[in-house]
């Protein structure tokens, strides 16, 4: 069996049944159009149906090639936890994925390793992902094992040469139907907080130390959501550590537009804030690149508060320097949380 590491290199054919590494998983799959290939992945595992088989795909735009329009709330569940162990039964609005339809529903997901995806948007097709077992067996892990016992499953491999793999964990599964997130299957991601997320999506935004910029956004933006009804949480982080109150300077203007911050503590950013998150809004582009070094598979929804509210200018550091300054910087940080608040309104 060939093994690919470089995805320019695969000699993908049709029906061809491969195996892979979703980030979190070895699984074998196929294209999701290949009826050979799916019934080849049947006859291994000893399934009956083409039920239980997940659909990955490499962008959540792909939804809108197959999926009905989803709600908003779902939409921010999907944005926050994709790429990502979340996988969502969502209706389809055509025969294209017949082959794995059931009851008008697919389940999907992005898979969080980047090779994978490289390689669904190089074969422009969406795949099918199952676990390497016989139906009722405990699923194979171990390349040297899966090499070894079921080698001849697959037609060629499509592995990175070096990958970090999260945790061996099945993914969770959701299902959304008559405006209601239902869990079928929780896995490593707890069904609590996606519910949550789902009930009260989370804006956690970004700034260098999390005393000056961000706090003020932080804080704007709730008083803001609050004047129009809208059920959202806010937080703010920084890149230092924590522990320290708001700066003098957005204090003071902060109070000054009769917002209390003075309870505020900095905090520094970590995975938990970043995973609680739909949307994560940095001061700065440095800020936002910072932040997809450290956590690649936030993509879908880190970008500066200039980016997203089409605006194309950062919000630079008021620290240290006059109060003039910061409410310069309160004013340019006001103007773009409009824009936010209109979108999520919207």
Same mark, same amino acid.
């Given at each position: 069996?060939?093994?690919?590491?470089?995805?320019?290199?695969?000699?993908?054919?049709?029906?061809?049944?491969?195996?892979?590494?979703?980030?979190?998983?070895?699984?074998?799959?196929?294209?999701?159009? *290949?009826?050979? &290939?799916?019934?080849?992945?049947?006859?291994? +595992?000893?399934?009956?149906?083409?039920? &239980?088989?997940?659909?990955?795909?490499?962008?959540?735009?792909?939804?809108?090639?197959?999926?009905?329009?989803?709600?908003?709330?779902?939409?921010?569940?999907?944005?926050?936890?994709?790429?990502?162990?979340?996988?969502?039964?969502?209706?389809?609005?055509?025969?294209? $994925?017949?082959?794995?339809?059931?009851?008008?529903?697919?389940?999907?997901?992005?898979? *969080?390793?980047?090779? $994978?995806?490289?390689?669904?948007?190089?074969?422009?097709?969406?795949?099918?992902?199952?676990?390497?077992?016989?139906?009722?067996?405990?699923?194979?892990?171990?390349?040297?094992?899966?090499?070894?016992?079921?080698?001849?499953?697959?037609?060629?491999?499509? $592995?990175?040469?070096?990958?970090?793999?999260?945790?061996?964990?099945?993914?969770?599964?959701?299902?959304?139907?008559?405006?209601?997130?239902?869990?079928?299957?929780? &896995?490593?991601?707890?069904?609590?907080?996606?519910?949550?997320?789902?009930?009260?999506?989370?804006?956690?935004?970004?700034?260098?130390?999390?005393?000056?910029?961000?706090?003020?956004?932080?804080?704007?933006?709730?008083?803001? =959501?609050?004047?129009?009804?809208?059920?959202?949480?806010?937080?703010?982080? &920084?890149? =230092?550590?924590?522990?320290?109150?708001? *700066?003098?300077?957005?204090?003071?203007?902060?109070?000054?537009?009769?917002?209390?911050? *003075?309870?505020?503590?900095?905090?520094?950013?970590?995975?938990?804030?970043?995973?609680?998150?739909? =949307?994560?809004? /940095?001061?700065?582009?440095?800020?936002?690149?910072?932040?997809?070094?450290?956590?690649?598979?936030?993509?879908?929804?880190?970008? /500066?508060?200039?980016?997203?509210?089409?605006?194309?200018?950062?919000?630079?550091?008021?620290?240290?320097?006059?109060?003039?300054?910061?409410?310069?910087?309160?004013?340019?940080?006001?103007?773009?949380?409009?824009? =936010?608040? +209109? +979108?999520?309104?919207?």
């Amino acid at each position: 069996m060939k093994v690919y590491n470089e995805i320019t290199k695969v000699k993908y054919f049709e029906d061809s049944v491969f195996l892979h590494h979703t980030g979190n998983m070895f699984g074998i799959g196929c294209s999701v159009f *290949s009826k050979k &290939g799916i019934q080849k992945i049947n006859v291994l +595992k000893q399934k009956k149906e083409n039920r &239980g088989y997940i659909v990955l795909i490499p962008e959540l735009d792909w939804l809108d090639r197959f999926c009905e329009q989803q709600d908003v709330k779902i939409r921010k569940v999907l944005q926050q936890y994709w790429p990502g162990n979340l996988t969502v039964l969502l209706a389809v609005k055509n025969d294209k $994925l017949s082959n794995v339809t059931f009851n008008n529903k697919v389940a999907f997901r992005i898979p *969080s390793s980047s090779f $994978l995806r490289q390689f669904i948007k190089e074969i422009n097709e969406p795949i099918i992902s199952t676990s390497i077992n016989v139906s009722n067996e405990s699923p194979i892990n171990n390349l040297k094992q899966i090499l070894k016992e079921k080698k001849e499953w697959f037609d060629f491999a499509v $592995l990175p040469k070096k990958e970090k793999k999260e945790e061996i964990a099945p993914s969770t599964i959701t299902d959304f139907s008559d405006n209601k997130l239902s869990c079928i299957r929780e &896995g490593s991601i707890e069904f609590q907080k996606i519910k949550e997320s789902y009930l009260f999506p989370k804006i956690l935004f970004i700034c260098t130390a999390n005393i000056c910029r961000s706090p003020m956004a932080q804080y704007l933006t709730k008083e803001m =959501l609050k004047k129009n009804h809208l059920t959202f949480r806010v937080s703010s982080a &920084g890149f =230092l550590e924590g522990g320290f109150p708001i *700066s003098k300077g957005s204090d003071i203007v902060l109070s000054e537009n009769n917002i209390d911050a *003075s309870m505020h503590i900095s905090q520094k950013v970590n995975r938990q804030l970043k995973q609680d998150s739909f =949307l994560i809004l /940095t001061m700065t582009e440095m800020h936002k690149q910072r932040l997809l070094e450290l956590e690649p598979n936030a993509v879908c929804k880190v970008f /500066t508060l200039s980016e997203y509210c089409d605006f194309s200018i950062d919000i630079d550091d008021p620290f240290g320097l006059d109060v003039s300054f910061y409410r310069e910087t309160f004013k340019k940080i006001k103007m773009r949380l409009e824009v =936010l608040i +209109k +979108k999520i309104i919207d």
